[in-house]
């Protein structure tokens, strides 16, 4: 139960982060010119700081994976035995 509640506490953390950046960006490119009055001009940005985002993090995740399965974070005993 703890682990369905940690999922969804992430994945609603991760919604509002990424609420609170669309909003970020909106609100300061209607400051820059006519042209940001729309979200129309913003969702491309947002879509691909998402797709990287979501790369990088995929990428770290592999890594850590990878590393666990094939044994380099075993202990190695100093000793020998």
Request: hydrophobic content about 55%; cysteine-free; aromatic content about 18%.
């Amino acid at each position: 139960m703890q682990r369905h509640l940690l999922f969804l506490g992430l994945t609603f953390l991760g919604l509002a982060g990424f609420s609170l950046l669309a909003g970020w960006a909106f609100f300061s490119g209607s400051n820059l010119s006519e042209a940001w009055r729309t979200l129309g001009a913003v969702w491309p940005y947002l879509l691909g700081a998402g797709v990287i985002t979501a790369a990088f993090a995929g990428l770290f995740m592999w890594l850590a994976f990878y590393s666990a399965n094939n044994g380099y974070d075993d202990r190695v005993d100093p000793e020998g035995h």
